[in-house]
């Protein structure tokens, strides 16, 4: 079945480096994309989202790529903490289906900051 | 902000025990998600709900249920607990077709 996937599981950048998380999905249908923090031991916090007919989209420390031609999302966390140390999930919202409601999600990439 | 709160943080359950699991959201958001987390298997749904009293499986639906008598209340149901349950349970809300606001989570051990 499609599914969003993480090119790599774990990332290590020093702090006040830039970071930089990729995601791979397959469903051409989707149109929202979603990026999840998921610190120990506590749920998933919402960071960002983009919808399909953008390209980028800008928050607070964090921006998102969303290039649809190779089907890629990225998120981009700027000067990156010791607290931004964390999983972090891409998901899926696959457009007009039957399941639109419904969220796909990546496995995760854990991010360490390292000082 | 919106709040999805879960009713405890860690559960110890015997084999065999009924669970209830409960989740409450504040914002009068119409979907409702359970989900549990499990290492090196993500996130995988149990049951989901559009409206009250409405429920339909999700993938992992089996040894599970749900009920959902009013809108801001979804509660899940290990009808017999077994240890293959012990996991981190992550309830979720959303409005339309906008992304999730999870719960703090219920990691629960069945011994």
């Known amino acids: 079945g499609e599914s969003v996937g993480l090119h790599l599981p774990t990332l290590s950048v020093q702090e006040g480096d830039n970071s930089i998380i990729n995601c791979a999905y397959s469903?051409?249908?989707?149109?929202?994309f979603i990026w999840y923090k998921q610190e120990s031991g506590k749920g998933p916090q919402f960071i960002i989202d983009?919808?399909?007919?953008?390209d980028k989209r800008q928050g607070q420390r964090v921006t998102v790529l969303l290039n649809k031609t190779v089907k890629h999302l990225s998120l981009q966390i700027a000067a990156t903490q010791p607290g931004d140390s964390a999983v972090y999930f891409c998901?899926?919202?696959?457009?007009?289906?039957?399941?639109?409601?419904?969220?796909?999600f990546g496995s995760g990439t854990q991010l360490t900051v390292l000082p | 902000d919106v709040k999805v709160t879960q009713s405890s943080r860690y559960l110890v359950k015997r084999t065999g025990e009924k669970v209830f699991l409960e989740c409450v959201q504040d914002?009068?958001?119409?979907?409702m998600f359970w989900y549990r987390q499990d290492p090196g298997l993500g996130l995988r749904l149990i049951y989901f709900?559009?409206?009250?009293?409405?429920?339909e499986k999700g993938d992992i639906p089996e040894g599970y249920s749900v009920s959902r008598e009013k809108k801001e209340r979804f509660s899940l149901i290990l009808e017999s607990a077994s240890t293959n349950q012990t996991s981190m349970y992550l309830c979720?809300?959303?409005?339309?077709?906008?992304?999730?606001?999870f719960g703090s989570g219920t990691r629960l051990t069945v011994v």
């Open positions: 979720a809300s959303s409005f339309q077709r906008t992304g999730y606001t």
């Open positions: 469903n051409s249908a989707s149109d929202y």
């Open positions: 983009i919808r399909s007919n953008m």
């Open positions: 998901a899926e919202n696959k457009g007009s289906s039957g399941s639109a409601r419904q969220l796909t």
């Open positions: 914002m009068d958001h119409e979907n």
């Open positions: 709900s559009y409206d009250v009293k409405m429920k």
